[in-house]
Structures are given as C-alpha cells and as structure tokens.
C-alpha cells in the first residue's frame, strides 16, 4: 500500500515540475497534477467500489497494476491536456 502512495505522491511531483513555469505562478503545473491525481484515485476506487459491488473478486495483484495502469494513463491525459492548452491562440478579441 505504501509503494502505490509514494509513486503518486513522486508523480504528482514530476507532473507539476515538468508542466509548471516556475516563475510563474499563475503557470504552475501543480494544480493541474493536483486535479489530475485526485481524478485518478477517484477512479481507482470507483472501479474497486464497482467491482465490490457485483461481487467480482479480484487478487492484491490485480489492485496494485490497475493502480499504476490508471495513474500512468492519468499523467500521460494530464500532459496532452497541457499541450492542447498551450496550442490555444491567445489573441481571442471580439
């Protein structure tokens, strides 16, 4: 359980690195890590809420890769989000 919270917590970290412009705080990748890490174990305790709710077992290992399945496919949504957001033309006048 310890490894699954240390990896997102050290992907929460390299996502708002890796995103963010320091100097600027109004840029920082660290709140879109924040949201994108929160959506993450919200899905990964729905899908576990789902699966108990049918009765479907599942093993500790099948937990800890859907764990880093999710979060992996997390960070990576989290940076073509960052892309497209960059890719906006600023100069929206009306």
């Known amino acids: 359980?310890?490894?699954i919270i240390i990896s997102y917590i050290i992907m929460f970290l390299y996502v708002g690195v890796a995103i963010g412009k320091f100097p600027s705080f109004k840029e920082s990748g660290f709140s879109l890590?924040?949201?994108?890490?929160?959506?993450?174990?919200c899905s990964v305790v729905s899908a576990l809420g789902i699966s108990s709710y049918f009765n479907?077992?599942?093993?500790?290992?099948?937990?800890?890769?859907i764990s880093f399945l999710i979060?992996?496919?997390?960070?990576?949504?989290?940076?073509?989000?960052?892309?497209?957001?960059?890719?906006?033309?600023?100069?929206?006048?009306?």
């Not at 890590?33 to 174990?41: D, E």
């Not at 479907?56 to 890769?65: D, G, L, R």
């Not at 979060?71 to 009306?94: E, H, S």
């Open 1 to 3: 359980m310890w490894v």
């Open 33 to 41: 890590a924040l949201q994108g890490i929160l959506i993450v174990i």
């Open 56 to 65: 479907i077992s599942y093993t500790m290992i099948s937990v800890e890769v």
């Open 71 to 94: 979060l992996a496919i997390g960070v990576d949504n989290m940076f073509i989000i960052k892309n497209a957001y960059g890719n906006q033309p600023r100069d929206l006048t009306i």
